[in-house]
């Protein structure tokens, strides 16, 4: 009997030490890695430690102004996904501009009732904004079903005379996060320990983000600057057929003619290049360089795109880091401004060019 108990006792120790060995293994691990910011890094269970950015941060107040309905009058009705739904791009834009905004949620927004709806149609914005993420370019518009419209569309006028821009957005700079308890995830640690074990004997990416490497590692602040982190749905677009990006470009195109189509609001079509557009050019190998110039099809079909894709490119190539955030895949407070500055300079161009 003593024996046992004594064994007992023994079992008990080992596996309490054990149990405190490996918590405090992944303590430590949690601290070394850096709290998690990044949605790449939490997909794909990277450190935030390699990916989080290191340059000091601009940061916006966000200002979606989200509603559910369209019910009264904005100057600017904008319907989008993550991109506009955060609210960081739109300060930025009535800064430039100096028109009102409201943000509908395109994935809970349906685009026919929206304009057939009795509010939209006894108070119809100057501006319709159609933001949307290039990945999800299919998924939004292939089977919408509007149809191209080939007859020439109703010019627009859009009024900003009078329209005073407003004063410079107010920023907060935000540093790289310093451990704290209240930032500790060990099960985001615990992840992190068990896939960069799973790609070490695999050499391939395990989860949901995809690694490349690039040519230089001046493009990013992060530890790792010379590896870019891609989310998977972006791979998706070397699979895409012509015809299915003709149909949602002729979708895109109808709907177009249908907010019109009222003589008083002017469409833009939003979109936000993915990440792995904007760096193609830099990347060692050739996956994303021979994909879809899905701006340049747009335009082809005669949809109001500003070109997202060449003002942040251009950026990019001047030298400009974390235009994207690394461990991310949406923009910086830069890029955020970048994009509201061309949609802007599109539409003042539009507002001097009709009579």
Not at 64 to 76: C, G, M
Not at 176 to 193: C, E, G, P, Q
Not at 206 to 227: A, D, H, W
Not at 310 to 320: F, M, Q, R, W
Request: net charge positive; hydrophobic share 40%; charged share 25%.
């Amino acid at each position: 009997m003593v024996k046992e108990k004594s064994e007992y006792r023994t079992y008990v120790m080992v596996f309490g030490t054990t149990v405190s060995l490996f918590l405090t293994a992944l303590l430590a691990a949690a601290f070394y890695i850096q709290p998690l910011e990044g949605e790449l890094t939490r997909l794909g269970s990277y450190a935030e430690r390699d990916f989080g950015w290191n340059l000091p941060q601009k940061k916006v107040r966000e200002d979606a102004r989200l509603i559910t309905n369209y019910q009264d009058y904005s100057d600017v009705l904008i319907v989008g996904d993550s991109f506009s739904t955060n609210g960081i791009w739109q300060p930025f834009f009535r800064q430039y501009t100096g028109l009102s905004y409201v943000t509908l949620d395109i994935r809970k927004t349906s685009l026919p009732d929206l304009l057939a709806s009795k509010p939209f149609r006894a108070y119809p914005p100057k501006i319709v904004i159609l933001q949307s993420v290039e990945r999800e370019l299919l998924f939004f518009f292939k089977d919408l079903n509007f149809g191209c419209n080939d007859k020439k569309q109703q010019d627009v006028y859009i009024p900003l005379k009078g329209i005073a821009e407003q004063p410079e957005i107010g920023y907060y700079v935000e540093t790289r996060k310093t451990f704290d308890l209240r930032n500790i995830n060990l099960k985001y640690a615990a992840s992190v320990v068990v896939n960069t074990v799973i790609r070490g004997i695999s050499s391939g990416d395990s989860k949901n983000t995809n690694k490349f490497y690039l040519i230089n590692n001046t493009l990013f602040s992060n530890k790792r600057s010379g590896e870019l982190l891609i989310y998977e749905g972006d791979m998706q677009k070397s699979a895409w057929r012509n015809e299915d990006l003709a149909r949602a470009a002729c979708s895109i195109r109808g709907l177009q003619s249908r907010v019109q189509s009222n003589g008083k609001t002017f469409f833009i079509f939003m979109l936000a290049p993915d990440k792995s557009t904007a760096y193609a050019e830099f990347t060692v190998t050739p996956e994303f360089r021979n994909i879809f110039q899905s701006a340049e099809v747009l335009e082809d079909y005669g949809v109001n795109v500003p070109r997202l894709d060449l003002i942040l490119k251009a950026a990019i190539h001047s030298g400009e880091k974390d235009i994207y955030i690394p461990s991310s895949t949406h923009w910086s407070a830069r890029g955020y401004a970048l994009a509201a500055e061309g949609i802007s300079e599109f539409i003042k161009k539009r507002s001097v060019s009709s009579p």
